[in-house]
C-alpha cells in the first residue's frame, strides 16, 4: 500500500519556468490537498480538492494552480517559477473533512534559481 | 479565524530525560487539535488527535497530549524521550472544515 505518492522527489528550475508536481494516493480518499513548508514558518495551504471535481484556494495560492484529474490524482502547477516558490511541497489526502487523518506524501524539494 | 504558535522552536533534551512541547491555539468555534510528527526527510505522520471526550489523549509510543480549553492549549510530553524522538513536532487545529491549521513545528533533538 503507496499511501500517496509525489513525484519528482527533487527540482531546480530557473526563474520563469514552468512545471508540474505530482500527486496520486490509494486510499480512495475524497480529499487531497497541497501545502508548502518553509523554514519556520509550518505548512501552508496552497490548494485543496474536496472532492473531485472541485478544487478551492487555500492560504497562499498565487502563483500557482491546480487540476484534480480523478479521485486519485491531483496536480500542481507553477506556471512561471520564481525564488520566492522555493520549498518543499507536500500533498496530502484525507477521507473528510474536520477531524479525519490526513496521509502526507514524501515530498517535492523544489528550488527555483 | 484561527491560529496555532508553537513557543519553542528547538527543543533539545537528553535521552531518557521527559520532555514537553508546548502548543496554544487561537479559535472562535470549537476545533479538532492534532499533533504530527515529521522525521528527516519525510512527510507528517499523524501522531495523536483530540476531537471530544477525554481530554487526555495518547499515542502509541509513549507521548501523550491533554486539551485545555480554559487555556487554549495542547501541550505534548513523554516521560522517557529515546534517541528515535529526534524530529519535528507539528501542532495542528481543524474548526471542522478542510483547512487545518499548521504550527511553525518545533525541533526535537534528543542527545545522548
Known amino acids: 500500500n503507496a499511501g500517496v505518492t509525489q513525484t519528482p522527489k527533487f527540482q531546480v528550475l530557473k526563474t520563469g519556468q514552468s512545471m508540474t508536481l505530482q500527486c496520486a494516493q490509494d486510499m480512495n480518499h475524497n480529499s487531497m490537498y497541497w501545502y508548502r513548508q518553509d523554514p519556520g514558518m509550518g505548512l501552508r495551504l496552497i490548494y485543496y480538492s474536496a472532492s473531485e471535481g472541485t478544487t478551492d484556494k487555500g492560504e497562499v495560492p498565487n502563483g500557482y494552480n491546480v487540476s484534480r484529474l480523478n479521485k486519485r490524482e491531483f496536480s500542481l502547477r507553477l506556471e512561471s517559477a520564481a525564488p520566492s516558490q522555493t520549498s518543499v511541497y507536500f500533498c496530502?489526502?484525507?477521507?473528510?473533512?474536520?477531524?479525519?487523518?490526513?496521509?502526507f506524501g514524501q515530498g517535492t524539494r523544489l528550488t527555483v534559481v | 479565524a484561527q491560529s496555532v504558535t508553537q513557543l519553542d522552536s528547538q527543543v533539545p533534551v537528553f535521552e531518557e530525560a521527559p520532555v514537553e512541547l508546548r502548543c496554544n491555539y487561537s479559535s472562535s468555534v470549537s476545533v479538532y487539535l492534532f499533533w504530527y510528527v515529521q522525521y528527516p526527510n519525510q512527510g507528517l505522520q499523524l501522531l495523536l488527535k483530540y476531537l471530544s471526550g477525554s481530554t487526555l489523549v495518547e499515542s502509541i509510543n509513549g507521548f501523550e497530549a491533554e486539551f485545555n480549553k480554559s487555556q487554549t492549549s495542547f501541550h505534548l510530553r513523554k516521560p522517557s524521550v529515546h534517541i528515535s524522538d529526534t524530529a519535528e513536532y507539528f501542532c495542528?487545529?481543524?474548526?471542522?472544515?478542510?483547512?487545518?491549521?499548521f504550527g511553525a513545528g518545533t525541533r526535537l533533538f534528543v542527545k545522548a
Open positions: 496530502a489526502s484525507s477521507d473528510a473533512r474536520g477531524g479525519t487523518e490526513a496521509f
Open positions: 495542528a487545529v481543524n474548526p471542522g472544515g478542510f483547512k487545518t491549521i
